[in-house]
């Protein structure tokens, strides 16, 4: 899937909406929140694989197939 930077701009803004209402400092939360957001938006990447290794038949090419951890 292709990264949306525009779905991690949302999620960044709406934290920090959230964040002004609060009365309390909530340093660990919203940098939880935030760690999250950026966590689920990285995970959401394609890798696509161009060059560099070879097979007995030719070079390797394709999209992997998993999920980064």
């Known amino acids: 899937m292709a990264l949306n930077k ?3 701009k949302k ?3 709406q934290i920090m909406k959230d964040m002004r209402k609060r009365d309390a ?3 660990e939360e919203y940098a939880e ?3 999250t957001a ?3 938006y990285v995970k959401k ?3 696509i694989y161009t060059a560099g290794l070879t097979a007995p038949n030719g070079p ?3 999209t992997f197939e998993g999920n980064l951890n």
Request: glycine fraction near 4%; hydrophobic fraction near 45%; proline fraction near 0%.
């Open 60 to 62: 390797v090419t394709g």
């Open 25 to 27: 400092n909530a340093d």
């Open 33 to 35: 929140r935030l760690s």
């Open 45 to 47: 990447a394609t890798i």
């Open 6 to 8: 525009n779905d991690l």
């Open 11 to 13: 999620d960044i803004i």
């Open 38 to 40: 950026i966590d689920d």
